[in-house]
Structures are given as C-alpha cells and as structure tokens.
C-alpha cells in the first residue's frame, strides 16, 4: 500500500498574500485603461499624478513668483514661494504679520498680490508714533527685524480701524509698496476681505540660496487683542 503523501494543490483564493476579489477588480481594470490608452501604463501613470498634482495646486499648495520688490528684502523678484492654502481653512483666521497672497481684483488691481498683515478685524493701526513706529491697539511694532533697510514704516501718515473680515496689509519694502496705505479713500478703504486672500506663503523655494522657511514675527505676536487695547 501506497503511504506516501501526495501533494495537493491549495487553494489560491485562501492565500494571505493573493488579493481578494475587489483587489483584482480594482487591476483589472487599471489595466484594461492602460490597454485602451496609447502608451500604456506610461500613459495612465503620467495621467494619475498630473491629476494629482492638479488637486495638489487647487486645494492644498500652490507656487507663487514674486513680481515686484515690494516685499523685499525677505522676498525678492523672482522668488518663488510655496503658498499654503489650507492655513486658513477650518475657522483659522490671517494673523498680524503673516505674508499673504491674495486676490486683489477690485481693491488693488486684477491680479494676485504678497503683502504682510499689520491689522486684523477690530484692529486700530496708527503711524506713527515719536519714534516713527507702527502702532496696533495701541502698542508699537518693531519692525526692524525684516523693514527694507533705510525704510521707515511709512512716509504717510494713517490711522485706520480695519473693520471685522478685513486685513490691512503693507508691504516690507515700504518706500516701493502699493498696499493698503494707497487705498485708504478708495471703495473698501484699502482692506483686503478675508474671503479674498489665497494663502499663507510659508516657505521661499527658489532659488535654492534663497531656501527658507517664513516665519510670524514676534513683534507683532505681542500685539493685544481690540477688546484688552480698548477695554
């Protein structure tokens, strides 16, 4: 009698590593894509990350070249800076002294336009005081740190009240800006809806020298809130 034991074929389908039936579905049909396009796999994989990438730009991050010197000397022409779309999503709200990109269209021109945030909604910002400083709520901003050297503050006086889903922006480069300064007696005063603004440039990309990432200043973090500064 026969004891040896004779090998038996198992059953693919109980395999751990073998994909299951919605797995296989899944492939097949990438591949009957692949199939009908020309090229192939080539094809469809350039497809999948163009999407993505699309979505990527639309939602998430987006490059953004700096066409003026009215940001420098932290952003100069040419720049390129990676602009975060999501910053201010989800309730988040602009904050003194973030740079921003937004759409200017209607307020400053048809186009998009970089300029750091010096008031939010409820802000009262008045220049200057004797030492020729920015005040917000009543306390003055020391802007050294990243003014275009030689600048002051500002050659024009103002004293402004940003109303609520309001920025008031200046540029760092102040004696070559055109920002809210300019817009004072226009529809709007010169403040950029909330709703307007595209993103929080984060990071400077290119050139590589010029790698870096942008930070809020600490001059304007101490800033008080309207209702501490006028209670």
Excluded at 36 to 54: A, E, M, Q, S
Excluded at 146 to 166: E, I, K, M, N
Aim: with cysteine.
């Amino acid at each position: 009698m026969d004891t040896e034991a004779q090998p038996t074929e198992r059953d693919r389908s109980s395999h751990p590593d073998s994909p299951g039936p919605k797995e296989r579905s899944r492939f097949a049909l990438a591949e009957r894509v692949a199939d009908w396009l020309p090229g192939g796999r080539i094809v469809l994989t350039l497809f999948v990350c163009l999407v993505f990438l699309l979505v990527l730009n639309t939602f998430v991050v987006q490059p953004f070249q700096i066409p003026s010197g009215s940001m420098e000397q932290g952003l100069r022409i040419g720049d390129r800076v990676l602009v975060n779309k999501l910053a201010y999503r989800f309730g988040a709200q602009p904050r003194r002294g973030d740079v921003i990109v937004f759409d200017g269209t209607g307020y400053f021109g048809d186009a998009d336009y970089v300029k750091r945030v010096v008031g939010v909604g409820g802000d009262h910002v008045v220049c200057c005081d004797k030492k020729g400083r920015i005040e917000v709520n009543g306390r003055a901003v020391d802007e050294s740190a990243f003014l275009y050297p030689g600048d002051t503050a500002s050659s024009v006086p103002f004293d402004v009240a940003v109303p609520a889903g309001r920025l008031f922006v200046l540029g760092d480069h102040r004696s070559d800006s055109s920002d809210s300064r300019d817009h004072l007696g226009s529809p709007g005063g010169g403040m950029i809806p909330v709703g307007d603004v595209i993103g929080r440039a984060d990071w400077i990309l290119w050139p590589s020298a010029h790698w870096k990432h942008l930070t809020r200043p600490s001059a304007y973090a101490r800033v008080p809130a309207p209702e501490r500064a006028h209670g």
